[in-house]
């Protein structure tokens, strides 16, 4: 099974600030024949469901703001929110769907500072 | 718009069995594989099982491999977990999910409780 490590647990900052989050595969999840990083990033709020903010590792979803953005490749990865509103307090994580099963990272935890 | 749907969780003692549905609409449902998710209390997410679009291939996490079953009934959009042998570790919400291959749309997922 692909192992998936986020880094930090949690992180506080300030609003307007940026915010980033670290996700680590252990092995690589670029499949050579597309080229593209079957990796995914979630966001989820108390008490809801996940929501999907990235996948292919960097292409957002429709509708989700540009402060956030995903980047890296082969078993790096980072989500980055550019400038933290309020709204953005959640945990996220990121999870591979290059194999199954589908693993996903253990959440990273954003808070206000 | 597309919604999922789940239903069926509740409160079950150790070893008993219970079977969560979910149904899909605003999508043709036999044309996604689709998954179940689940969340213990405070905890992550953790992967269970998929069903291919046309349910002939399952693959289920080792946690629960051999005490669950999934299935799908495209006559009535639904997508089934059937869950035996319950232990008090099962206890968390479960989410369906499609595959798209990323999961795209989740429901709002149904609470399962295994306590005596």
């Known amino acids: 099974d692909i192992v998936m490590t986020q880094s930090p647990d949690s992180l506080a900052v300030s609003l307007g600030e940026r915010a980033t989050i670290n996700c680590k595969s252990s092995q690589s999840v670029l499949y050579s024949s597309d080229n593209n990083n079957y990796l995914a990033w979630y966001q989820q709020k108390p008490g809801q469901p996940p929501k999907l903010l990235i996948y292919?590792?960097?292409t957002r979803e429709s509708g989700v703001p540009d402060r956030f953005s995903g980047s890296g490749s082969g078993t790096d990865f980072t989500l980055t929110i550019s400038s933290l509103q309020a709204e953005d307090v959640a945990v996220y994580y990121c999870q591979q769907y290059y194999t199954t099963p589908r693993t996903f990272g253990q959440g990273t935890k954003v808070e206000i500072k | 718009q597309v919604q999922l749907v789940e239903s069926g969780g509740g409160v079950v003692q150790p070893g008993r069995s219970l079977r969560l549905s979910c149904v899909v609409s605003g999508f043709t449902f036999s044309t996604y594989a689709m998954h179940w998710v689940r969340q213990a209390p405070g905890k992550g997410l953790e992967w269970v099982a998929v069903i291919s679009y046309d349910g002939s291939n399952k693959y289920y996490a080792d946690s629960v491999k051999g005490r669950f079953t999934i299935s799908r009934d495209s006559s009535r959009n639904t997508l089934y977990l059937q869950l035996n042998s319950l232990r008090p570790e099962d206890t968390a919400m479960y989410y369906c999910?499609?595959?798209?291959?990323?999961?795209?749309?989740w429901g709002q997922g149904t609470l399962v409780t295994v306590s005596s």
């Open positions: 292919w590792a960097s």
């Open positions: 999910a499609r595959d798209f291959p990323w999961f795209d749309t």
